[in-house]
């Protein structure tokens, strides 16, 4: 059974740098996608982030391309989200998710694991 658990979220003010992490625990075969979504309230959940492993492909959605970093350390079964130039709009949970293929990492489809999801506030 392979569960994600978030951390890293909090307060930062607005031009601010963040980085919230991701822990994976369970086995996975093969390659597989990681990617972090970010939902506001009575809003569809967005990707904003996702990378292909082991290969390291990334993609980004247009909002944060050049702010946001996602990064993988194999070594410690963990995803990073790396956020800079916080802006207020950043300002909603962001959830790290997985699925068991990496085909067409700009894909929102296909996520079978979640997290509990991390709260970013940014105040201006």
């Known amino acids: 059974q392979v569960q994600l658990a978030e951390s890293g979220g909090g307060l930062v003010q607005v031009g601010g740098s963040l980085t919230l992490s991701c822990v994976v625990s369970?086995?996975?075969?093969?390659?597989?996608?990681m990617a972090w979504f970010r939902q506001a309230p009575g809003k569809q959940r967005d990707l904003v982030a996702a990378?292909?492993?082991?290969?390291?492909?990334?993609y980004y959605g247009h909002s944060v391309m050049g702010r946001f970093s996602i990064s993988r350390d194999n070594t410690k079964n963990t995803a990073y989200l790396q956020m800079n130039i916080l802006k207020p709009d950043d300002t909603v949970v962001y959830y790290c998710?997985?699925?068991?293929?990496?085909?067409?990492?700009?894909?929102?489809?296909?996520?079978?694991?979640w997290g509990q999801g991390t709260q970013v506030t940014v105040s201006s």
């Open positions: 369970g086995s996975i075969a093969g390659s597989y996608a």
């Open positions: 990378i292909a492993v082991p290969y390291g492909t990334t």
């Open positions: 998710a997985l699925r068991p293929f990496v085909r067409d990492i700009t894909s929102t489809r296909g996520y079978e694991y």
